[in-house]
């Protein structure tokens, strides 16, 4: 692990982002796939019920996100520290946090979907295909969670390719058994559940075999050190704080959908046309957040304030670059992008009236999704969560006084006002994040 003192320039940046961005792109082709597959056999249920599942499982799992960001941090530090044996200590406990969260869906199944249908109503044919993935889905919790604590330890110790090789691999397994199970054999809606099911567990095993230096020792096995209280607890707190800032997060996007809803069929429509645009925003500064996350963490964890502020700049340097450029093409390819998302001319003109907010979306953006990679490779998330209180409060009082005066338009400009307010609460308090990794030499 001596590479992690090496120097930061740019091209080791590069070198963590890009694999990241790359991996991220996958994601919506998988997506489109599974909703192609369906689409052949030409009835609209099975697409309906396995929309309505994966969001269902996607809400689910999304709630231990937080351990994929408080895993790249932790390890990231003891890396930094040069502490081998508390690196491959993390990831064990990270993986058997998700064994026991998997464990508990699978039996507790009966009882969370019936929780997940009666806030999200379907007919008796979508709701009982639904049930029918979600049966054979579920039993991929362990595999799925764990995933998080395996792609953060990845990040931690800079081998993003790993990451991308992995999301290649559980994509193109799924997508290959789909079109075998589906069209080939006529499995249908358990046909696709099936298929993602193994791609999960295989997922997992591959991903563990590319963390294989974490077991290479007795780290992985050495349980007073695993269950450690103190280092329990401190996993506990920091994955703790992730959580809420993150919930808060989603709520306040939640807010801007279901206040877009109040606007009329045709501004919904246009917003959610829109919202693609800030998903491959958030596809892209990702990668250069993680690397944030990992080149803080290692700075960090060697107690080195100036590696810290190079970190920080280099990163956030390629951030704003890919930011600019996300920006220019929005732009100029803009509108060619919308009429190829919706057909119905009214929501077209309506998403060309609002195209200039998902232009400026990355350059407003940036600065929060760099401070947020900054901060969780610190583990300042207790400053994080305050932080998002703080923003929250602001965008609340956006959403009061420009929504009512200036509609659709103020509620783009709300959700500016939120990333900014993000930003500025968290660069508010990086000096003393300098500060006290100075302190601490």
């Known amino acids: 692990m001596s590479e992690a003192s090496g120097p930061i ?5 590069l070198k963590i982002a890009l694999p990241i961005v790359l991996s991220n792109a996958t994601v919506p082709i998988l997506g489109a796939l599974d909703t192609g597959v369906l689409g052949q056999l030409g ?4 697409i309906g019920a396995v929309g309505i599942g994966a969001v269902i499982l996607s809400t689910i799992y999304w709630v231990f996100g937080f351990l994929r960001m408080g895993t790249t941090g932790l390890a990231a530090q003891a890396r930094g520290a040069g502490d081998e044996a508390e690196t491959g200590a993390l990831l064990m406990r990270g993986l058997i946090l998700a064994g026991g969260a998997g464990l508990f869906f699978i039996l507790a199944q009966v009882a969370v979907f019936w929780g997940a249908f009666a806030l999200a109503p379907a007919s008796a044919e979508v709701e009982g295909l639904a049930r029918q993935y979600l049966q054979i889905r579920i039993w991929g919790a362990p595999a799925t969670i764990g995933l998080y604590a395996v792609t953060g330890w990845l990040i931690a110790i800079e081998r993003t390719r790993g990451v991308f090789l992995l999301q290649i691999w559980m994509n193109g397994l799924n997508i290959a058994l789909d079109l075998w199970f ?10 696709v559940a099936i298929a993602t099911l193994i791609a999960e567990w295989t997922g997992l095993a591959f991903g563990l075999w590319l963390c294989r230096s974490a077991f290479a020792g007795d780290q992985w096995y050495d349980w007073a050190r695993i269950f450690d209280r103190a280092r329990l607890k401190r996993m506990m707190q920091v994955n703790g704080d992730i959580m809420v800032r993150s919930v808060l997060l989603t709520l306040s996007f939640t807010t801007f959908l279901f206040l877009g809803a109040d606007l009329g069929d045709v501004t919904l429509a246009s917003n959610q046309v829109l919202i693609q645009f800030i998903e491959i925003t958030a596809f892209a500064l990702d990668g250069f957040a ?9 700075a960090v964890g060697a107690r080195d304030p100036v590696r810290l502020r190079r970190a920080a700049l280099v990163s956030s340097h390629w951030g704003v670059c890919f930011a600019v450029a996300l920006a220019l093409a929005f732009w100029c390819g803009g509108p060619a992008l919308i009429d190829l998302m919706a057909t119905a001319p009214e929501v077209r003109e309506t998403a060309r009236s609002y195209l200039i907010w998902v232009a400026l ?3 407003i953006s940036v600065a929060s999704y760099m ?3 900054i901060y969780i490779g610190a583990t300042w998330t207790r400053d994080m969560r305050i932080a998002m209180i703080q923003a929250v409060g602001i965008y609340v009082i956006a959403l009061v006084v420009c929504v009512p005066v200036l509609g659709n338009h103020g509620l783009w400009l ?5 990333n900014l307010a993000r930003a500025a609460t968290l660069a508010a308090r990086y000096p003393r994040l300098e500060a006290s990794i100075a302190s601490a030499v």
């Open 290 to 298: 993680f690397s944030a996350e990992a080149l803080v963490g290692g």
């Open 414 to 418: 709300a959700l500016m006002v939120l």
């Open 371 to 373: 401070f947020d990679g």
């Open 43 to 46: 009835e609209a249920a099975p």
């Open 361 to 363: 979306a990355p350059l």
């Open 182 to 191: 589906v069209l080939g054999l006529g499995w249908g809606v358990e046909g």
């Open 9 to 13: 320039t740019h091209s080791r940046v």
